[in-house]
């Protein structure tokens, strides 16, 4: 049995929409996909009607990116549902700080004489949530930097003068209400991991098991 538990779409980072996800994974022949755009569920209810159409078996989900100093970790949230809740009003309240995130970059841009708007930055999103990899392109498209890992370099990496500190939530914030609601979660793809990652990413899934119903799946990779 062919699954792929870990996809994204134009609603986060990937390249195709959330239908045309669901019908190339029918195409490979896939029995079940689970979509997991980063921070967001905003693709779920189109990929679910996608795959009920194709006959795949859909699984609602998220990938979060948590903090973990030094780097960050992202977590994989499965059986998520795009309702009203714990763990789902947490990432709105992220996706607002992200828009206010965003501006905020825009206005230290400014204070260093470059000229970039709001507006210029969401075109260059699309339908996707918007991030410093869109204002990267932005910057590269007005000729202020030579490539998008110089804007990084040169003014949006942690250190650089356009940089904005991110909100986000810790592996505990992240699990805890997801196990509540009976979901499930994996440790998608953890930098600067170590021992103690893996004890405490074990320790959570323990807590977490306790609560699981049969539907549910805990993975760890
Ligand atoms: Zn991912």
Redesign the pocket.
Known sequence: MAVDL?T?STASDGSDSPAALIQAAAALRLEAIAL?D?DTLAGIPAARRAAATAGLEFVPGT?ISCEWEPGSM?LVVLFLEPVSGPLQDRLQDLQAARDARNERIVERLHQLGIDVSLAEVHQEAGEGSVGRPHLAAVLVQKGVVESIPAAFDELLAKGRPAYVERERLTPEEAIRPGAELGGGAGA??PSHSGPHLIRRVRRLLRATRRRRTDRNRVLVR
Do not use: P, Q, S, Y
């Open positions: 870990h994204h997991t980063h990938e992202h998608g793809t």
